[in-house]
């Protein structure tokens, strides 16, 4: 592959530093640029064509502690799927192919962003939540599920997920532990509630309706402040970035 046919797209920019996707435009060709060679030899078996490239030195001085410790846990839980849930890497969830120097590299997954794709599908949620409750039972919580663009449907309409800066693997199932994966399922409940709301469950139901004292104390105190940081000065929302997260 000439050094041409690598192109390099820019998904977004901002305090945190820039997210790239690296991919070739001639299917079934070697790679040769730096980042790709570099990539398969680090972390897959086969040669990576296509790639996002997370680089945390281009962050703001003053962002750039946080940008890091970001991409860090997401290399970290990354690398504890590969070795967990192998199967689900470089698919259902993306494949952390190296972190070094600030730069984290990693697979692109092919898909449509769940406010783009509207899965009405039960057989999808019931899927993700099946996802979800193997993430769960490797010592893996997201954290994160709120957003939307973090819930992919698939081309073939099976469910992955996305960005996981917050992921946190646990060395035991404490009470933590326990409480985080209950938010993640109330989450991914909610998008349910959202787009295929018949099929909820009265124990989904129940959960739903139950939320945890940490989830209250949030609404009350803590995201009042995040949003106006995020939406008034960072100029984010939380469906913003489905391109960046690695699909579509």
Known sequence: MAQDCLQVTLLKSDQ??????????????????????????????????????????????????????????????????????????????????????????????EGRAMQHAKPVDPGYHRQLLSLLAQLHFQGITHNDLAKEPNLLVLPDGTPALLDLQLGRVARRRSAWFRLLAREDLRHLLKHKRTYCPQALTDREKRILATPSWPASLWRKTGKPIYVFVTRRILHWSDREGAGDRGGH
Do not use: C, Y
């Open 16 to 109: 945190f530093g820039t997210v790239e996707r690296l991919h070739s435009t001639e299917a079934g060709e070697p790679a040769t640029s730096v980042e790709l060679v570099e990539a398969a030899a680090a972390g897959s078996t086969e040669v990576v064509q296509d790639m996002v490239r997370r680089d945390t030195n281009e962050a703001r001085w003053w962002a750039k502690p946080l940008a890091r410790t970001l991409a860090r846990r997401e290399a970290r839980a990354l690398e504890a799927i590969s070795e967990r849930l192998p199967q689900h890497a470089g698919r259902r969830f993306p494949r952390l192919l190296r972190w070094h120097g600030g730069i984290l590299l990693r697979s692109w997954v």
